[in-house]
């Protein structure tokens, strides 16, 4: 609701939701993101069930590249510190980001709630099991917060790996690996104590080392121009 200047006038206007502050977004970012950081994806098929998809986090610009290469919403999980610039504070709350606080004594339960009153909605979570960029000056995979794993357990969600191949140049060609979804249906009526959240971590960090190994691979056995070859012929076949 807002009142124009110069009368008596309240004008109502309408507030859009995250899903569609997300397709607003992806016109202009998808436009951007595509000149300034070009990327193809390859690997697996990315299933419409509900889902967390899992990431390597190399720079503080991986969410843009994923806004503007998938076509799908996504709630992104961001750590609370990321929300004090203006601008990336307005972008969040547009698409819906959950903000977690790391600080939190017993954790942040806002967050938790929402992340999974999000999954039981249909709503996909983009989350980093990092918990923070990649500060090594490698693209290993860096040890896991436990949270992850213990949502997809909860939830009985699938989870979906996909790896960002290297850190991003401004108008050099990106690579993006989907890996094999899997869930934690093993997991189901386990209590939930440490060395249960602990396994289901290790599974997690097991399944994105692997995921990058096979994408690492394809790379260095000439993926780049094998990649750039599928994509032209799939240009010449949607013309």
Known sequence: MRKNFGDNKIVMKKELTPQEWHKKYKKTMGWIGNMLCPAYFFGNEIPNETKFIVANHLQFFDPILYIAHMDSYMRFVTKKETGKMPLINRWLND?????????????????????????KNGDDIMIFPEGTRNK????????????????????????????????????????????????????????????????????????????????????????????KKLYKEQKKIHK
């Open 95 to 119: 698409l819906g980001a959950i903000p977690i606080d790391r600080e939190k004594n017993g954790g942040d339960l806002v967050a938790v709630k929402a992340i999974l009153r999000s999954i």
């Open 136 to 227: 090594t000056g490698t693209t290993d995979i860096q040890p896991l917060k436990e949270g992850t794993a213990l949502f997809a357990v909860k939830t009985g969600a699938m989870v979906l790996p996909i790896m960002i191949y290297k850190k991003h140049k401004v108008f050099c060609r990106n690579y993006l690996y989907v890996g094999k979804p899997f869930d934690y249906k093993e997991f189901q009526g386990r209590k939930l104590d440490a060395e249960t959240i602990s396994e289901a971590n290790d599974i997690l960090f097991n399944k994105m080392v692997e995921a990058k190994a096979f994408m690492d691979a394809y790379m260095a056995d000439g993926g780049a121009k094998k990649l």
